[in-house]
């Protein structure tokens, strides 16, 4: 509270008679009545005095002397009746001191003028922490709007003036990211990667900024930790998702139910995409991150898996994904939940046939002609076991005896059976070609010159090398 503060405050009626300097802070408001009051005085008082000290013989130009020597802010007589006016010689004596001089009337009792003060020091002392509190009830409001990392950040840039961010799992920034940054780290369970970045550092922020830091850091980390719970829900959701659409064991209604509580439209068009990098948790993601509420993403075995809602062309889809995580990609045909199986199937042999490509790229279903895709639908153990009973005699006469069957029926296939072409790519005569087809008839029970058993050996001998 300043001089002027306090000669302006209403019901008071003080009349300033000497204008000194009324900008001056007011330490404390004193009554005092003794000789040589500024020994108990340290400077910035305002000095409330009757005159009693006259009766002592002080001389008015003593005691404002050792009032202005002792840096008092201003001093405020207020007479006592029959007196009504200020001595002159009092006046006198602040004005050649260039001492602050004011009176006060004669109705209005000095406690009058401490309780002013103290309540006007109150509403001094108040006004940060009602700052911080306005701070705090500013983010509360924003949150009950709409939740979120991104809302305490705005409202935190709005009350600093500067950009401010957040730095998560090592890379991912919320936020306005500052340059140059400073970051702050972030105190919760699970947040030893978490860090508030600033403009400025802590430290140099003034008292205000520094508490609306201090204000919004706990409401950061609790929206980081409120996400990643909220993420661990959803993939829990999400994994129970794909493996009830992957085993076909629940019906389809149930499907839909789970697909429309996380917030995918159960009627579509709904289609599988699966990435196939060389670090699988990351694609996840970030595949989920690039589909936002358009998708569900998870990790799993060596590849990232979703459901996303097509919005255009399922190239289009596939071409984002790929360009976004630079691996290769295949996307399913989009449909209702009905189709959502045969959509990941799908997917994952397009995946596959573009993870066989020199390079990374994209496919998508209807890039896939082959009938092979079958084989993607049954399980890799009863595959190979299949294949090998089929095959297996084939592959002990080879490691028994070294020959040369196996490789020569695979050659064989892959010319669609054309006896010379085959012969000319082992670099055998036509007659030892017949000759190990034979005994390979002879070992797996299969006529090669028949199409079903053709195929048999052809999709055996095509799983044994998945």
Not at 170 to 189: I, Y
Not at 337 to 346: I, K, N, P, T
Request: glycine content about 10%; overall charge negative; proline content about 6%.
């Amino acid at each position: 509270m300043l001089v002027d503060d306090l000669l302006r405050e209403p019901g008071l009626g003080l009349e300033l008679l000497v204008p000194g300097n009324v900008d001056r802070p007011i330490r404390w408001v004193h009554t005092i009545e003794v000789r040589a009051p500024g020994r108990f005085l340290r400077g910035g008082e305002v000095v409330l005095t009757a005159g009693v000290w006259r009766a002592a013989g002080i001389t008015a130009r003593d005691f404002v002397d050792d009032l202005a020597a002792a840096d008092v802010a201003a001093v405020g007589f207020g007479p006592v009746p029959p007196e009504t006016e200020v001595p002159e010689e009092f006046t006198a004596a602040a004005r050649e001191r260039g001492l602050t001089c004011f009176a006060v009337p004669v109705d209005v009792a000095f406690l009058q003028v401490v309780e002013a003060f103290v309540s006007g020091k109150r509403a001094e002392w108040e006004r940060p922490l009602r700052r911080h509190l306005g701070q705090h009830d500013a983010i509360v409001a924003a949150l009950r709007v709409r939740r979120g990392v991104d809302t305490v950040l705005r409202t935190l840039s709005g009350q600093l003036g500067l950009p401010v961010a957040v730095r998560v799992d090592g890379g991912l920034v919320e936020g306005v990211a500052p340059e140059p940054e400073h970051p702050l780290p972030l105190v919760g369970e699970g947040l030893a990667e978490a860090q508030l970045l600033l403009p400025r550092p802590l430290e140099e922020l003034d008292v205000e900024q520094h508490a609306a830091v201090v204000q919004a850091m706990p409401f950061i980390a609790l929206e980081i930790e409120r996400n990643r719970a909220v993420r661990a829900t959803e993939l829990r959701y999400a994994w129970e998702l794909f493996e009830w659409v992957q085993s076909a064991t629940v019906g389809v209604e149930t499907v839909r139910t789970r697909l429309h509580s996380l917030g995918l439209p159960p009627d579509g068009p709904l289609a599988a995409v699966v990435v196939r990098g060389d670090k699988p948790e990351r694609d996840a993601v970030r595949l989920g991150e690039l589909l936002g509420s358009d998708g569900v993403a998870v990790q799993r075995s060596g590849e990232a898996i979703a459901f996303a809602r097509v919005r255009g062309a399922a190239a289009e889809l596939a071409r984002r994904v790929h360009g976004a995580l630079g691996a290769p990609v295949g996307v399913g045909k989009p449909g209702p939940a009905a189709e959502l199986r045969v959509s990941l199937l799908q997917a994952e042999h397009a995946a596959e046939a573009v993870s066989g490509r020199a390079g990374t790229g994209w496919m998508t279903h209807d890039q896939l002609s082959s009938p092979s895709l079958l084989l993607s639908a049954q399980d890799p153990e009863l595959l190979a076991s299949t294949s090998r009973a089929l095959l297996g005699p084939v592959l002990d006469h080879d490691e028994r005896r070294g020959g040369d069957l196996l490789p020569s029926l695979e050659v064989f296939l892959d010319t669609n059976c054309r006896w010379q072409e085959a012969a000319q790519r082992l670099h055998v005569h036509i007659n030892t070609l017949r000759h190990r087809m034979s005994r390979v008839e002879e070992l797996t029970g299969r006529n090669l010159s028949k199409t079903p058993d053709r195929v048999d050996l052809f999709l055996a001998m095509r799983a044994l090398r998945q």
